[in-house]
């Protein structure tokens, strides 16, 4: 069965400084991964994905995640926060099985301070 | 753009009164998902769509209903709205890989439903 914790419930930075959001997973079938992000009343936009290919994944915004496979985490960096990254962010597992659906973690919620 | 779209983006019904919410794509993805979101809360899957099959999840209420017309057009129905079923409603599409696998999902922007 897979799953996927988010270890941080809500996470404070100063603007500028670096943003670390973590996440494990546990998946009976080799990974896709995927962070969501979510700004307040939007819908859902995919900040990067994991598939298989490079173990460290660059995705818009500035943001980079790193798939470690002995350590079954897939935590979202970012050098430098800006006060627009505040929003609240999920992490996904998907199977390999043809129609599976994804699996979300409970999201984290980003703050920002000036 | 190719996109996924909902309308309408704020709908308020009755108690008891039914509604349906809608979604489009122009990205021609052959999956189509319906998702429940309360506040401060992941996502819920309700159901999906796999091409015409139809695949509820078991913790979906008898409430919901969906209909997909055809690919572009996906449905969700409340027969009869009760005050928990105030949430967003978020519709995604993806499609297969040739890999077998299912591509990541594109959201639409929701529907948040008040029910009065």
């Known amino acids: 069965a897979q799953s996927v914790t988010q270890l941080d419930s809500h996470v404070s930075v100063s603007e500028g400084t670096p943003v670390l959001l973590r996440c494990n997973y546990s998946?009976?079938?080799?990974?896709?991964l995927f962070w969501y992000v979510q700004h307040p009343n939007k819908g859902l936009q995919l900040l990067l994905k994991?598939?298989?290919?490079?173990?460290l994944v660059k995705g818009i915004n500035g943001f980079e995640a790193e798939f470690k496979k002995s350590e079954t985490s897939f935590h979202l960096t970012k050098p430098s926060a800006h006060m627009s990254d505040a929003a609240e962010y999920f992490c996904v597992v998907s199977g390999s099985q043809a129609g599976t659906a994804l699996i979300f973690g409970k999201g984290t919620t980003l703050s920002v301070s000036s | 753009d190719a996109m996924v779209i909902q309308n309408p983006r704020y709908q308020v019904t009755q108690f008891g009164k039914p509604v349906t919410l809608s979604c489009s794509q122009t990205?021609?993805?052959?999956?189509m998902y319906w998702y429940q979101q309360k506040s401060s809360q992941a996502p819920k899957l309700l159901f999906h769509y796999y091409d015409k099959d139809f695949n509820n999840e078991a913790d979906t209420p008898d409430n919901f209903q969906s209909r997909r017309p055809n690919t572009s057009f996906c449905f969700l129905d409340i027969r009869s709205p009760g005050l928990g079923d105030a949430a967003m409603y978020l519709c995604?599409?993806?499609?297969?890989?040739?890999?077998?696998?299912?591509?990541?999902?594109?959201f639409g922007p929701g529907t948040r439903l008040t029910v009065t």
């Open positions: 994991y598939t298989s290919a490079a173990t």
């Open positions: 995604a599409t993806s499609r297969d890989l040739v890999s077998g696998e299912i591509g990541e999902q594109y």
């Open positions: 990205l021609n993805h052959n999956v």
């Open positions: 998946s009976s079938y080799s990974p896709s």
